[in-house]
């Protein structure tokens, strides 16, 4: 099952101030313990004008770690803030792109929120998965745009979880399911 993550920010500053909770977003999503998923992405998005994307099947010498994500972040942020899209490492790109442009194309599109659909419900319909996972509380602009593209409210406990713990719990449950539809 294809995965995408899309981590949002209000604004850039925000992004920027979160950078340490992003990195390891960036590492729940796509690190395995001696690997990368191959089936998943990530896209750090800033108030849905600009962005970065980890195309994992083209990423190299990238480490788990928060220092080493974290100088790839300062890295793309100084693209970003220049409003300049290009290559940060090889498989990093700052984009002009917002969310609607990485839901475009998934069978099931989610944001994570308190109250909403359990994730089983949403995994029987099948299909590549884009899950909108906020760093902190979204802006009701930013929602609606989500909502636009058709997305369903997630439930997830993101009031009680850091954001990269409510993807490392995404990522088991969806793993779980995975295997089980398979055996």
Not at 52 to 74: A, K, Q
Not at 104 to 121: S, W
Not at 162 to 176: A, E, G, H
């Amino acid at each position: 099952m294809r995965r995408r993550f899309i981590v949002i920010a209000n604004s850039l500053e925000e992004l920027e101030k979160w950078a340490p909770v992003a990195a390891r977003c960036i590492s729940a999503s796509i690190m395995l313990s001696h690997r990368l998923r191959a089936d998943t992405d990530v896209a750090l998005v800033a108030g849905d004008r600009v962005s970065v994307f980890f195309n994992t099947p083209r990423l190299r010498n990238v480490r788990p770690d928060e220092s080493s994500l974290m100088g790839i972040l300062r890295k793309a942020f100084k693209l970003m803030r220049a409003g300049v899209a290009g290559l940060v490492h090889s498989g990093v790109m700052v984009y002009r792109h917002g969310v609607k442009h990485y839901l475009t194309g998934f069978a099931i599109k989610c944001y994570c929120c308190r109250r909403g659909t359990d994730l089983r419900f949403l995994l029987a319909r099948g299909g590549s998965i884009a899950i909108v996972v906020p760093l902190t509380q979204l802006a009701n602009s930013l929602v609606r745009a989500i909502e636009s593209m058709g997305a369903k409210p997630l439930k997830c406990p993101v009031d009680r979880l850091w954001p990269d713990q409510v993807i490392t719990l995404l990522n088991i449950l969806m793993d779980r399911w995975c295997t089980r539809a398979s055996g």
